[in-house]
C-alpha cells in the first residue's frame, strides 16, 4: 500500500511538470464589409463620396457650424469629424486654418511613436496633407484638402472604444481607404 501512494504521489509531481503554458488571450473577429460609396448630395459648400456604411450626422458639439458634420461608423464604433471653414480668398485665414491643423496634429507627438505626413493633389487639383499616427493616440489618421483660396476641409479618425491601437488596426486600415476615397472625389462648391 506504501509503494501504491508513493508512486501515485510521484507520478503526480511529474506530471506538473514546468512545461505548462497558458493559453494567448483571444482578439475579437472583425467582419469589415464590402466597399460601398454614395456621394454626399446636401447644403454643404462641399460634395464627396463617403463610406454606405457611415451615417452622416451633424456635429452636435458645434451646433452653429453646419457645415460640420461626422461619418458614423457605428457598426465599428468609429467617427470621423469632418471640419470646413470658408476662405473667401483671404490668405490670413488661410494660415491659420493651416497652423490649426497642423498644432492638432502636432499635440499627439506625446503618446505618437511617429507621424508620417504626406502631400498630396487631388484629381480635382487640390492639395492635401495625410497624417497618420502611429503610438496609442486617439486619432490614428488626419487629413486636410484645400483649394487655397476659397474652402478648407479638415478630417479626424476617432473611435468609441478603449481597445488598443493594434486590435484595431484593421478597422484603422478600413477607414483610412475611405478617407482617401473622400479626399479624391471632394469637389468644392462654388
Not at 469629424?81 to 497642423?102: Q, R
Not at 487629413?143 to 484595431?168: E, I, M, P
Request: glycine share 4%.
Amino acid at each position: 500500500m506504501k509503494k501504491l501512494l508513493l508512486l501515485t504521489c510521484v507520478s503526480m509531481c511529474m506530471a506538473c511538470g514546468s512545461d505548462y503554458l497558458p493559453k494567448p488571450k483571444g482578439f475579437n473577429r472583425i467582419d469589415l464589409p464590402e466597399r460601398e460609396f454614395e456621394k454626399l448630395e446636401a447644403r454643404f459648400p462641399y460634395s464627396f463620396e463617403h463610406s454606405a456604411h457611415s451615417l452622416v450626422e451633424s456635429d452636435e458639439f458645434n451646433p452653429n457650424e453646419e457645415a460640420w458634420i461626422n461619418l458614423n461608423y457605428k457598426d465599428m464604433e468609429a467617427k470621423v469629424h469632418l471640419t470646413y471653414k470658408p476662405i473667401d480668398g483671404e490668405e490670413e485665414k488661410l494660415k491659420s486654418y493651416l497652423a490649426d491643423a497642423i498644432n492638432l496634429t502636432s499635440k499627439h507627438q506625446v503618446k505618437a511613436y511617429g507621424i508620417d505626413e504626406s502631400i498630396l493633389r487631388t484629381p480635382n487639383g487640390y492639395t492635401g496633407v495625410v497624417a497618420e499616427l502611429s503610438g496609442e493616440v486617439p486619432t490614428q489618421f488626419q487629413f486636410f484638402v484645400t483649394d487655397s483660396t476659397q474652402h478648407f476641409l479638415r478630417g479626424a479618425l476617432y473611435f468609441n472604444v478603449a481597445h488598443k491601437n493594434d486590435s484595431l488596426a484593421p478597422v484603422i486600415e478600413y477607414i483610412k481607404v475611405d478617407m482617401m476615397h473622400l479626399m479624391n472625389t471632394l469637389e468644392f462648391k462654388q
